[in-house]
């Protein structure tokens, strides 16, 4: 998992921009399955870095609080393979599931609301943040920001 603000992605104590970043994060995709990214620019300001995106060649699962169709069509297009979508109302949902056939993970603060969003709308699962904890049936992902991870739990 890394986080990413203004072009600069952050892992533990090291800092990577520009080439180095791009380097960075091809790096770590070889070495894992998926990269779980947390962009801030995308939650703060609505403006992920899809520059950086383009330029990576391994599996991005991307959390970056897309909040219209749009932002998730932009995701798509620069090769995010697993989005996280956060505290989506059913309409805005229902109209992502006609567009992508991308995984598409819920994440948001009403567990029950999401479990039923998620089994309705057939998504691929949920992801908890740290504190948060789910019984439920479905694919379950925890982030871990403690150790800048993310675990399958279920």
């Not at 890394?2 to 072009?7: A, F, S």
């Not at 090769?79 to 995984?103: H, M, P, Q, Y």
């Amino acid at each position: 998992m890394v986080r990413i603000r203004k072009g600069k992605i952050k892992r533990g104590d090291n800092i990577w921009k520009r080439k180095e970043a791009v380097e960075a994060l091809n790096n770590l995709c070889t070495e894992n399955k998926f990269v779980y990214v947390i962009d801030l620019d995308g939650f703060r300001k609505n403006s992920p870095n899809l520059d950086l995106y383009k330029k990576v060649y391994g599996k991005l699962w991307i959390d970056s609080y897309p909040r219209f169709v749009e932002d998730v069509m932009d995701l798509i297009v620069v090769g995010a393979e697993r989005i996280t979508v956060r505290d989506a109302n059913s309409n805005f949902l229902e109209k992502i599931k006609e567009i992508c056939d991308k995984e598409i993970f819920l994440a948001g603060n009403n567990l029950k609301e999401l479990a039923k969003l998620t089994k309705d709308l057939e998504f691929n699962g949920i992801v908890l943040d740290e504190e948060q904890s789910f019984t439920g049936e479905l694919e379950t992902w925890k982030i871990y920001l403690s150790d800048e991870t993310i675990r399958r739990l279920k």
